[in-house]
């Protein structure tokens, strides 16, 4: 059996926090030759006060994990590549500073700023009311606020684990609770997963109704890339059985061309594309984000079986306001409620019953050969 | 004049807040046999990072009262009793994540676990609009949202105060301000007072309008229990002038046993009744809960011109769900603000007018004679 | 050049909170014959646990400045002389604990207790709705609450600067962020500074628009007193070209003494009138608030070009729900914001666009002459 050391971050049911922490891979794993890190930080200043981050660095990646903001990535860097973008909002905010209600249910935005951010667990898309019952004896959830609660809940356990043999593997894991007394009871699980040196790494997410009626689950990856692999010029690479955009209104142009970035445009609305993946032999779609010269990108792959829809989120406007666009794998579109109820995208997850996401990035140093 | 150690806790007016900290019966009582401690403890973790509990072992009981959660009663324990119950909610949840206006108005919900749990001052009850003016030059409370604030106030003023001589009684007071410009200004002075060794302890509350105008107050208080007193078999005692199911459908058969409580049932909608206690000669209610061998039990009483009116409140649900039953003596019925207006149950209280409730909650061993 | 010493104390930048902390004149300002002290304070208990206070201590006047609540200033004490009032909110209050679209969108006076608390910066007045898009491709606002955001979002940089020589002016600067993706993006930088020794003091205050499109911007300075300069035969001294009662139906007599104070009153419903005040020569405008005695007094001035517009509020209600009056210069009044927009009050700022404010508070010991 292969060695590991697990260490405890943060912990409802030790009444933990570790606090400021560092673990090394000169102590923990002195036989790996890559210097590997991983650290606890709080941060402070403004609305972040207060948040805690842990910070990955596998010798080629330094990732930013929040469990206060529900386990999001942050941003990724290697060397001056940057996963992640340059939202207006300049803070890891705090969730106690968050008002989901506000603005119409837009209050979401005021915390969005994540390389990848979950969506979901009870509901995602736009504000709304929805009145349908999930559940014998419930409210309904009722006035939907965007993209749900699970980006703004703090982790309730995180933990790192790390393998003292080769590959040496670095485990964050988490478990983000949305739960209510005559509401969801969803708990999600999640793990990140490295090796010492790599440029590759996953999100595994298991989602698990703990609750003793069925409840309906929805699940989003909005992974969100600016510069520098957005830029005029960047194309997306995938395999796409059929486009269509989300609103009526847009040019021609705009949809022959959804697979390429133009520069940033002032004042341009967003757009969204519902692709329909191909999946390879193993069942499983990519997508690529590559610059211009396509010497530099990102891969994103997953079980089609898991994720099957897909939404291209673009946003290129000024830079100040965010030149960025969203690889969206989900199991839910991002429409209304009750559009993906009545589509039967939505899951009904049995007490007990479990779904699974697992997603790989890998940076890329040139196109797929294909 | 007996001699008294009082050891403040929490203090706006001394910007104090004393950390971990622990009070023993071995340093401030030598000559009590009993061993008894007070503890103050911060949690960790999830949605209860930052929550103080004060913590009270009594040699027999260990009460847990949080002063974050306007000194609500967490839990009582005494070997493998436990006086409260398994909410979905299994963090002891910071007011900072609360957002009360969600879920159109039921947030509440997502932080409702106590044994006891305060519902009011301002209103209680299920959201909806009012529009009625309070008071000359204020706007209506408009939106009211479940069961009020007051559970999520952290209080403003805790303090311990031991008695250095028989009976060696320990007291928690607090004190919740629920004031806002151009609305209530409502303080509730709370006392948990217990001696070591006893299974009975008490909650004395005094509510004071510390305004100038008129205020309308609503209290309830939502004692919560499930296993083990609560199981298929077990009993409400209690001596009933009439009783009443506050909703219309319940089955004859749920009318009549009102009193008696079934196993879990998943998807089993709620149940309230609206009960007529008759008080005894002094003048007092009393309502036990039994478990189904009656070898077990718990009572609660209070003087009836304190609390007039009671609510049974049933959730019989998957235990995952939730399986308890409430005791709610209160002044105002769960019923909309509305409703107990015209009902005249709302309590007006003058400028600097006070309204006391005090509540006693004793172990029992078996079914009283009787 | 000046040499001047600066000490960070809030920084997201640097990740930086620098804990309790004194600045002491004895140290850094060894030639100047005035005691003067800047120190940052923790509170604690309540609603306000986690809160900081910059306290300046100039010798004269003890300024307490909040950076958790945008920077407003609480009070400032002389002697017997306080500026400020006494709300019945007590505590100074984290905006964790704030929900500002509770109350039907009121929820900010759960908040309210400054000397000068700013309204805006995207919207300032009463709650409503508001559908008017201000930027392409972004949601509206939506549901205004109550003197919008700004006061109770944290500030993100607070540095003291200090000046070596004569006139040894101290200076605390901030900045606050209220910026959203698909929202505002206006940057507030504030300075207060003094001198040791001296009664007067002034804020600047520069909004900034970092966003690529035309951003809306509303501001006010809510600038509140009680006792003991308001009292009965208080008065208001400025020089005003016209009075408007904001509302219907004002007595004949209130409007003609709108410039007077009576005793507090209880159940009185607020009076706002809209003032067009004269500039002097220098194009600036002041307000004075004196006691019955006209031997104490505040003055408030501004250029007339930066705050062009003013509302004088009164709430001479009892003094447990507040005796206080309003002195508000700003640039849109406290009108529901479509009415603002439609009478062009709205100041529209391109991107990287500023708007400037500086205001002057000075104590007076008599009237003015003329």
Redesign the interface.
């Known amino acids: 059996m292969p060695e590991t050391t697990t260490q405890s971050l943060?912990?409802?049911?030790?009444?933990?926090?570790a606090g400021d922490l560092e673990m090394a891979g000169s102590a923990l794993t002195p036989t790996c030759d890559t210097p590997w890190s991983v650290r606890m930080?709080r941060?402070?200043?403004?609305?972040?006060?207060?948040v805690d981050l842990v910070v990955i660095d596998n010798g080629r990646l330094t990732i930013r994990l929040c469990p206060t903001r529900g386990m999001g990535v942050i941003d990724v860097v290697s060397g001056d590549l940057r996963l992640g973008w340059d939202?207006?909002?300049?803070?890891i905010v705090?969730?106690?500073?968050m008002?989901?209600?506000?603005?119409?249910g837009?209050g979401w935005?005021?915390g969005?700023?994540e390389f990848v951010v979950r969506c979901g667990l009870e509901q995602l898309g736009p504000p709304g009311e929805d009145s349908h019952h999930g559940?014998?004896?419930e409210?309904?959830?009722?006035?939907l606020?965007l993209h749900g609660k699970i980006a703004n809940?703090?982790?309730?356990?995180v933990e790192v684990e790390v393998l003292h043999e080769p590959p040496y593997t670095l485990t964050v894991r988490g478990v983000?609770?949305e739960?209510?007394?005559?509401?969801p009871?969803l708990e999600l699980h999640t793990e990140l997963s490295i090796q010492p040196g790599s440029t590759r790494f996953e999100i595994t997410d298991t989602i698990t109704n703990?609750?003793?009626?069925t409840q309906e689950m929805a699940l989003l990856y909005h992974i969100n890339q600016g510069r520098p692999l957005l830029e005029d010029g960047a194309r997306l690479v995938a395999d796409v059985a059929n486009a269509q955009p989300r609103d009526a209104g847009y040019s021609e142009q705009a949809i022959a061309q959804y697979k390429h970035f133009g520069p940033p445009a002032?004042?341009?609305?967003?757009q969204v594309f519902y692709l329909d993946l191909s999946p390879d032999e193993a069942g499983r779609c990519a997508v690529g984000l590559y610059n211009a010269a396509k010497d530099r990108g990102l891969t994103v792959s997953w079980p089609k079986q898991q994720l099957p829809e897909f939404a291209l989120w673009k946003?290129l406007?000024?830079?100040?306001?965010?030149y960025v666009t969203g690889l969206e794998p989900c199991v839910t579109l991002p429409n209304p409620r009750p559009v993906e109820r009545e589509a039967g995208r939505l899951v009904s997850l049995e007490?007990e019953g479990s779904y699974e996401a697992s997603l790989r990035f890998e940076l890329q140093t040139g196109l797929p050969e294909h």
């Open positions: 943060i912990s409802v049911s030790k009444n933990l926090h930080v941060l402070h200043g403004g609305r972040q006060e207060g939202s207006p909002v300049k803070e705090h969730p106690a500073f008002e989901l209600g506000r603005r119409r837009f935005l005021e969005f700023n559940a014998v004896g409210p309904p959830v009722g006035d606020t809940i703090p982790a309730s356990e983000v609770n739960f209510a007394m005559f509401g009871k703990r609750g003793g009626q002032p004042g341009t609305p967003e946003a406007m000024d830079e100040r306001d965010a007490p």
